[in-house]
């Protein structure tokens, strides 16, 4: 079956400080991939997607790239802000294969002035 | 509506009794998600609607859990006889299709607490 396996957390940055949140997945078709972040108290929110390999999804400055040869799409950001600080979901839909969206556990980031 | 919009938003119930968590999707989305989320954790996929059916009930912890969804729109899920280990937030998704290819819209959650 599907499956998405993300970096565990907290990740703790000073601010200004560069970001990765690594992500790979197992799919049995061709997905789409996103990444949704949650801030406290919130629900989910798309922050980014891409649909087909070598495609770069971009948002707010975060930036992530559809690897299919190492089945990742990590997530990056040059500088984060004390804002940023939330958890970060990398998700997968599959037409392939089953039509549930499967979702990481996700990772805490923690963002120090 | 502009978003999905879940109701209540806080729920503080008894131990044994029922409660019914109400999600009104983006107007149009044809498929629709719940997934509960405990402290800390992950999402824990619960059930998948297209239309009013119910392809996937796999995510339903126990018999004690169900939903529905009528008109192609407003779903409900209702839990009975409830337990603490129930406490959670209960999130609902929508999107355009089943192939979520456009990603997926959440609500803000219902946050259930059994006493």
């Known amino acids: 079956g599907d499956s998405v396996t993300q970096m565990e957390g907290p990740v703790t940055l000073s601010e200004e400080a560069f970001l990765t949140i690594n992500c790979t997945y197992t799919?049995?078709?061709?997905?789409?991939l996103f990444w949704y972040v949650q801030y406290p108290g919130e629900g989910l929110q798309l922050l980014l997607k891409a649909t087909k390999a070598d495609d770069k999804g971009s948002n707010k400055g975060f930036e992530a790239t559809y690897r299919k040869e190492t089945t990742s799409f990590h997530l990056e950001k040059g500088s984060v802000q004390v804002s940023d600080s939330a958890v970060y979901f990398c998700?997968?839909?599959?037409?392939?294969?089953?039509?549930?969206?499967?979702f990481g556990r996700g990772t805490s980031l923690i963002v120090h002035p | 509506g502009a978003g999905v919009s879940q109701s209540p938003s806080n729920k503080v119930t008894e131990k044994g009794k029922d409660v019914e968590l109400r999600c009104d999707p983006i107007?149009?989305?044809?498929?629709l998600y719940w997934y509960r989320q405990s402290l800390g954790q992950g999402l824990e996929f619960l059930i998948y609607?297209?239309?009013?059916?119910?392809?996937?009930k796999s995510g339903l912890p126990s018999d004690r859990f169900s939903a529905e969804r009528t008109g192609g729109s407003v779903s409900t899920l209702t839990i009975q006889r409830t337990q603490q280990e129930d406490s959670a937030v209960y999130l609902c998704?929508?999107?355009?299709?089943?192939?979520?290819?456009?990603?997926?819209?959440f609500g803000s959650g219902t946050r259930l607490t059994v006493v």
């Open positions: 107007s149009g989305h044809t498929a």
């Open positions: 609607f297209q239309g009013n059916s119910a392809p996937d």
């Open positions: 998704a929508s999107s355009p299709r089943e192939s979520g290819s456009q990603g997926y819209t």
């Open positions: 998700a997968l839909s599959d037409p392939g294969g089953s039509y549930i969206p499967t």
């Open positions: 799919a049995t078709g061709y997905p789409s």
